[in-house]
């Protein structure tokens, strides 16, 4: 057999280590869980099976295969120098634990290896000599404990002076001295405990169990006695006093002073019917004749408290740990000075302050309850191999070490009580205290703070409130005092309260109305954060935020609370300024409301922005920018839409469903007048998609048929899915749809589109028989149902008075009675009703949604007509057009054609001269026809033509003028009138071609015309415009 004493091997180069500081996992008032820096380097690439701490050396060993390895687990070095020792390849289960240091030999602890199968020991006295002992191979530094064939070794104690205890299977206790009196190293056994074996013991002694417990006496007055205190699963307590060896003797068991005495809980509290008590563990407390157990009865852990002695044992009584055994081997720990003890239980940890004031000098015999108890779990992935304890020191508190594989080595210490007697055990503070943890020490990987038992309703509840209210005002114990950057502490908070909502989430699913408050108050923080940030970095914005809060900062640290109502009045007073709001609405509440509002919807129903006016001013400042001014930030305008759309829907929502009908109404209507407001700025600034998306989500089928509808000049009817729409949305959007047609006069789409989703129609007739009548009876004639065509007449008659809409509807049923028969009228219903729907398309321009019959010709002439026409003509064209259009009667095609060429162009989207063009295109006059066409192209030239155009600029550049032009529009469009446009242009007089009898308007315009024509870059540039439409064209 090769020999164990191999040369030491250090793992890791010998360099200058970092120097680190332990690392706070948590922390509270009573206790502190930390990750110690020193962990050597070895753990990062070697399985250890197990480990242990050593409270006296402060160090640490782990076991691997083949391995030992020691090392100083206080070291602040962050890879610290650790010291392998082989393990003999013999050894089938080997077991080490550190051992003081010999006189002489220095500070560094000994190791002694155990073999749990075959007793083999092996000693080395000082960690950092094991190559000289090595070398030398003392024979005293081997050692056979001589263990039965059936027999190993199930649990090894340090229990020095008197030296290592070790307890087998066969419930022997052995105790290993490792010196002599001269502290020489000198390894020699003596049996502390051993089974009864006589043939009347076995039959009439009680099973007392394995042994589970070796421990020594707290405090050694004498220093040639030791009592050693072993205890046995039955509750067996032995004393043992060992007489340590001198030059005139050798160790051994002094029987006088040793005793026996078998351990029960009180019968009255835990009566026999159940299964007996098993004990798991126990300590001495500062009186020797007292002791605190570890006990399970009934799956329920519980710390028990006895005296002992040689007259007897005495029950004072016991206190049930709030956590189930789910562990095979819970181990107690009491470090020094014993007032906490410490139960670990696989990943869990329970503290427990005792009161031990039976054994104080007042010689009561009172046992209370733990005035403060609390349990930390650590993560499930951790990976615990070994755990050990430290006494308190003048640099320590009572401590417990845990060792891990993927964490290093984990100090869990409790500071010393309070002096305060009347501070008490109180569940709410600790139960605030464990979701503190949880969201302020939340990056810590190696703690679950989750809560492992239900908590009452009110008790989280007035836990999490009080949680908010220091957060929110900066008075929790958890924030720092002070931050140099308020941003920074206002960024901590919209974490905290994060992690808080995360917290909940996981531990109290259900609460929703208690998460619902948290996300109120992370949108009202992460509001106030973006808007000190927006502020702080604009100083005109900060001097009229000072006229509200002259100490703006204050009110960000601590009173932001009322950010709302702040927030209101800021834009009610930038209002008063030039400075754009906008933008800071989007960083405010779109940016620190909405986004957490959609994030967490399923909590949050009536926003807190409805407790002030703050979303009202916001929309009224969107209109007065984007509806009616000329804001033309997309990315603004589609957050601030966004920010509407939600908020006043999810208000309408919660207050339907809290059946609050006056708030209802009120928000109901509002909604239903803005909304399409809303829509129409995204669809001022091209934001098509934007507002079809927004449309759908929130179900505003008005608006999308309207998007739709609006597509339909560059889509063809298949690309707008609209039968996707009808099989998604069903009749609430086909009735918006229909709606859209009817109030835009456009009953052929009504009639004839659609055919597949015809029962939407029919009830859509049925559910609005008057607004439809003018219309459903022919759709039921085209079905053969005369009954209810008749019907629908009958309401025609009665609601409807004649009315360019009403020719609308006449021509229309006389195109589909011409088809019907196969008469060939159609295209002259076909052109009569192209005339009419180009008047209802100026009509609903100028009318702009509401009644057209409450414009006044003074607007019209001013608002409407091309504003190149000079205020006198203005006025007179609008005397001759004006009173037919606003009484809705119809325009013969001359004024028709006036009114097409003379609007604003963009009312028409640069249409107009195109729709004059198809008007005049219907005159059985040829004659009639061209003189029409040459004053509309005349028009054409002067009204819907700019003076000046970039000729000599980029290809880019010029293409796009060119391509956006009226003209080119027009003749893209009409190109059959590119020929007379030449000859117009050709001739310089131009008597011969236009009409010689012109109005006086047109006369202005044909001398304007002329003056242009002078001018080669305009004639070049009208040239260049009919080149490039007929490059389209082909």
Known sequence: ????????????????????????????????????????????????????????????????????????????????????????????????????????????????????????????????????????????????????????????????????????????????????????????????????????????????????AIRSAKDNSFATSQAIYVLTSAGTLYSVTCNSMTPNSTPYINNASSFKQTLSVDPDAYPGSGPPSKFLDIWPLKDNSYFLALVEWNSTLMLATFRADKSGALYYGSHDLKISNDSTSPRLFLPSPGKTAFVIMDKTIIMTDLDTSYIEPKNTFTYTKPRWEDVIRINP??????????????????????????????????????????????????????IEQGIFFSDSKVIDFDLIHKAEKIAVHNAVRSIIKEVMTSTSPYLPDTLPVTADLLQLKVKILTELIAYCQRNFPDDFPMIAEVVKNLEKTNCASNLWKYIDANETYMEVFRKIRPEPRQFFISEIENIGEVLNSFLDHLKETTLSTSSLVVTTIHDGVYLNAVRYSDEVGMSWLFDSEVLNSVESQFTQDFVIGNNSDKYDASCIVQVLYY???????STKEQRLDTQYEELSTFYAQKKKNWITALLKLGLVKEAKVLAEKYHDFASLARILDTERDSKSIEQLNYGLYFEEFGYPFAACVYEHYINNGEYQKLLLEFSNYKHFLLQYFKQNPESTSSVSWIRYLLDDDFELASKALGLAASYNKESINNQLTQLSLGKLSAIAVGASTK?????????????????????????????????FASQFLNKKIDKADANSIAANIFGPLSSDLRLNESLLIELLTVIEPKFLQDYGFVYALKVAQTFSNEEHTNESINIILLRLLTLGTEVKHTINGTDDVVKHEVESSILFKTLVSQPNIVSQLNQLLENVNLNDTLNPSLSEFDEKLLNELKKRLDDDSFRSWVHMVIEQAKIVII
């Open 827 to 859: 295209k002259q219903f076909d052109n009569e009703l192209m005339k009419v729907r180009y008047q209802i398309k100026v009509r609903d321009v100028v009318a702009g949604g509401g009644r057209i019959a409450a414009i006044k010709k003074e607007n």
């Open 647 to 653: 908020f006043y829907t999810s208000a309408i929502k």
């Open 381 to 434: 992935a951790t990976k615990l191999i070994g755990y050990g304890y430290e006494n308190q020191s003048p640099d320590s508190n009572p401590s417990v070490i845990l060792i891990t594989k993927n964490y290093g080595v984990l100090r869990l210490e409790k500071f010393p009580e309070t002096p305060k007697k009347e501070i008490v055990y109180d569940t709410a503070l600790l139960l605030k205290s464990h």
């Open 1 to 212: 057999m090769s020999s164990i004493f191999k040369p030491r091997k250090f793992a890791g180069p010998i360099v200058k280590p970092s120097v680190t500081k332990a690392e706070e996992l948590t922390k509270n008032k009573h206790y502190c869980v930390s990750r110690l820096p020193g962990l050597p380097s070895v753990f990062k690439t070697t399985t250890f099976v197990n480990a242990y701490s050593d409270s006296e050396s402060k160090y640490a060993a782990a076991i691997s295969n083949d391995s030992v390895y020691v090392w100083r687990y206080k070291s602040v070095d962050a890879s610290p120098l650790s010291i392998q020792i082989p393990i003999d390849k013999s050894f089938k289960l080997p077991v080490a634990i550190l051992t003081s240091p010999s006189s002489g030999t220095g500070r560094d602890p000994g190791l002694l290896l155990i073999d749990a199968i075959t007793g083999l020991v092996k000693f080395y006295e000082n960690v950092q000599r094991a190559p000289t002992l090595g070398l030398i191979h003392d024979k005293p530094l081997d050692l056979q404990v001589s263990l039965q064939p059936t027999e190993c070794i199930t649990l090894v104690e340090n229990v020095e002076p008197a030296g290592i205890a070790v307890a087998t299977s066969l419930r022997r206790c052995i105790l290993i001295s490792l010196r002599d009196y001269r502290s020489i190293p000198c390894l020699s056994t003596m049996e502390l405990v051993s089974p009864e074996r006589s043939f009347l013991a076995k039959l009439f002694v009680h099973d007392e169990g394995d042994i589970v």
